[in-house]
């Protein structure tokens, strides 16, 4: 059973907007920011787009199909097992969002103390927005937790964008609530692979990096 301790300051939901074919998110003062993801985009839009010529713009298309319904599904697991509720397995006999679960499930008991999970966040200061995993302590550290599957085992200068990510989200919830989780870790589970990875970082080493991203998409910051 995980412990729930939620924040004393309510974090409201946010609305999408989809711009220019990118998911923006509207603040409730109006104020419509872009998705983190959309920003960080910008990191891997290239090597994408060479891997879709290389491999054809159909099988490219099916690959990105099948990874996007595995991270949603392995996410809703991952979500009500930490909610301690019961888990809803897809039913479909090929996925492996059972195993990948499986590999990731050991790890989660070095998870405990939830204080958000599943929120909106976003930045006046960064202006940008999104949807945090987890805020919970790992190994009795506080820290930003991130949920990622996988085709194959990744290595960690791999990830840096999901690192810059777990950056952006210690960020909004400082600046949101007060409260500072400086730790960022990445769990990982490899579909193709026996099993699951760990990475652990901290914040100040990639807030530069975060900040220069955003520039580089063309976001004014404060």
């Excluded at 004393?8 to 998911?23: A, C, E, M, W, Y």
């Excluded at 195993?99 to 499930?105: E, I």
Aim: charged fraction near 25%; hydrophobic fraction near 35%.
């Amino acid at each position: 059973m995980f412990i729930h301790t939620p924040l004393s300051i309510p974090l409201p939901d946010l609305s999408t907007v989809t711009i220019n074919g990118k998911r923006h998110y509207t603040t409730p003062e109006g104020n419509v920011y872009p998705s983190v993801t959309t920003v960080l985009s910008i990191l891997s839009d290239e090597a994408i787009e060479e891997w879709r010529k290389r491999i054809g713009e159909d099988e490219a298309a099916s690959i990105s199909t099948h990874a996007s319904g595995r991270g949603t599904d392995l996410h809703a697991c991952l979500e009500s097992y930490i909610k301690n509720e019961e888990i809803q397995f897809p039913e479909d006999k090929k996925s492996r969002v059972r195993l990948m679960f499986n590999r990731l499930k050991p790890i989660l008991k070095d998870v405990n103390n939830v204080i958000a999970q599943e929120v909106a966040l976003y930045s006046d200061t960064l202006k940008i927005a999104g949807r945090m995993d987890l805020a919970a302590t790992y190994k009795n550290i506080p820290s930003i937790i991130d949920f990622k599957g996988s085709t194959k085992a990744k290595k960690r200068e791999w990830i840096t964008g999901y690192f810059i990510q777990g950056t952006a989200y210690s960020l909004m919830l400082e600046e949101r609530t007060g409260v500072c989780h400086e730790q960022i870790v990445i769990l990982m589970s490899g579909e193709d692979d026996f099993s699951a990875q760990v990475f652990v970082g901290n914040r100040k080493d990639y807030i530069h990096q975060l900040h220069e991203v955003i520039e580089r998409f063309g976001v004014e910051q404060k």
